[in-house]
């Protein structure tokens, strides 16, 4: 099928501007780009008036937690995938840190049956770096990358015995295999709800100093340089770490990194009175680690944004906040949170959607994120100004646990498309 979207305002990642333009599709990818009005008499069976809005890559979001198996209260695939759509995420990249973990080509099976069946988008998925992510053993890489895992990973367990972790990245380089960490260290960390500082001690929480991340990512680097692998640091969020990545990458190392959308937009003064919504992992910095964390993503030096989407069920949010379980909900918050970097002026949009596609794709080895003639039809068409106070009970995860909770946002995802086909649709009032 051929569709022509018209009259939109495109967001292409690897240019400067924003030029009125129109797309044709053909079938699952994109046919031509028009960086002007469409001339008259193109052939298509149909057509889409993007009424001047933005027409983007869809979003690639790395570290989506999906609850299958072992947690499907919380998250499934298809509810995951339903708010993705409406969130304009067009590939989740989901996370091994489920019950029990993705550690073995026959779970990984499973999640990628489940995953076809029930999710409108495309989902890449992540294996653990060691078995039962306790850091003890390798897993099977070669196995796991031939069955189609597309990174490897603990999450935020963190692999403490250097031996362990420095064999996993010279197997991983001997495969090309991407590895991705979540640099902290964890004899400091252990048992902390918030950062250091006078809130956190007015508050009586017990907190991590930001120097703990700097010392889990000067060790992985350190690895990364010794063994030659792909390393991605998923979630930085203080200014501390920053100098250690530049180092790294200067030196020529293969090297990136990553920011949760939430350590963009929220500081630590946002848990107020206890607000559980806003328990994180790593908790939520100081407003001065969240400016740096934005001058990084304009500069280029952080990669990539994701929503390191965590879903959690009221039970174990509704404790007191030592005792809360860390994570918000991200798939349909990230684009209108990422847009308040945008209006703010800190981004333009083709650098924001660099962060949150072009680069995201390019590190998982995608042809996605890209706004081009032969590029999958990957897209999201959206309104960057549409005001909306969000309502947690609106969104379509299972879980609801977002800190946006009231909040008043601005930019609505008005279409998705999918290879060519339209997955969502915004409804009009």
């Known amino acids: 099928m051929r569709i022509l979207i018209t009259n939109a305002r495109l967001i292409d990642p690897e240019a400067n501007g924003t030029p009125p333009g129109a797309v044709l599709i053909d079938g699952e990818r994109i046919a031509d780009v028009f960086d002007r009005p469409a001339p008259e008499g193109i052939p298509a069976d149909a057509h889409l008036d993007a009424g001047g809005n933005c027409l983007a890559p869809g979003i690639v979001d790395i570290g989506v937690k999906v609850c299958e198996p072992g ?48 999710a409108p988008v495309n989902i890449c998925h992540m294996a653990a770096l060691t078995r039962g992510r306790a850091g003890q053993e390798m897993v099977e890489i070669g196995f796991l990358k031939d069955a189609g895992a597309v990174a490897f990973t603990d999450c935020d367990q963190v692999t ?9 990245l010279a197997y991983a380089r001997s495969l090309d295999a991407l590895v991705i960490a979540h640099p902290q260290d964890p004899g400091l960390s252990r048992g902390a709800a918030a950062t250091s500082g006078k809130f956190a001690s007015l508050r009586g929480l017990p907190a991590v100093s930001p ?38 990458r200067e030196a020529g190392l293969s090297v990136t990194a990553g920011v949760n959308i939430h350590h963009l937009t929220l500081n630590e003064l946002d848990i107020g009175d206890y607000r559980t919504f806003f328990k994180l992992k790593p908790p939520l910095r100081s407003e001065d680690d969240r400016m740096a964390m934005v001058e990084a993503l304009g500069e280029g030096l952080i990669d990539v944004i994701s929503s390191m989407h965590t879903p959690q069920d009221e039970e174990s949010k509704r404790l007191p906040y030592e005792e809360a379980a860390s994570g918000a909900v991200g798939l349909e918050t990230l684009l209108p949170a990422a847009l308040r970097l945008y209006h703010a002026g800190h981004i333009t949009l083709p650098a924001l959607f660099r962060a949150l596609s072009r680069n995201p794709a390019r590190l998982m080895g ?36 977002t800190p946006f909770d009231g909040a008043r946002m601005q930019g609505r995802v008005l279409a998705t498309f999918v290879g060519g086909k339209l997955i969502f649709r915004k409804e009009p009032h």
């Not at 403490?160 to 996993?168: H, I």
């Not at 010794?226 to 998923?234: E, K, P």
């Open 160 to 168: 403490e015995d250097t031996r362990v972790f420095s064999r996993c």
């Open 366 to 401: 995608l042809a996605s994120g890209r706004l081009a003639s032969g590029a999958p039809a990957d897209l999201v068409l959206f309104d960057v100004d549409a005001p909306f106070v969000l309502d947690r009970f609106r969104l379509r995860s299972k879980s609801k646990n």
């Open 71 to 118: 947690e499907r209260h919380k998250e499934s695939y298809r509810s995951a995938g339903a708010a993705a759509a409406a969130g304009g995420i067009t590939t989740m990249v989901t996370r091994p840190d489920t019950l029990p973990a993705i550690d073995s080509p026959e779970t990984l099976e499973f999640v990628t049956r489940r995953a076809a069946v029930a």
């Open 211 to 248: 120097m703990a991340e700097r010392l889990g990512l000067e060790r992985d680097l350190t690895l990364a340089e010794m063994t030659g692998a792909r390393y991605h640091a998923d979630n930085l969020s203080t200014a501390a770490a920053l100098p250690a990545l530049r180092r790294a």
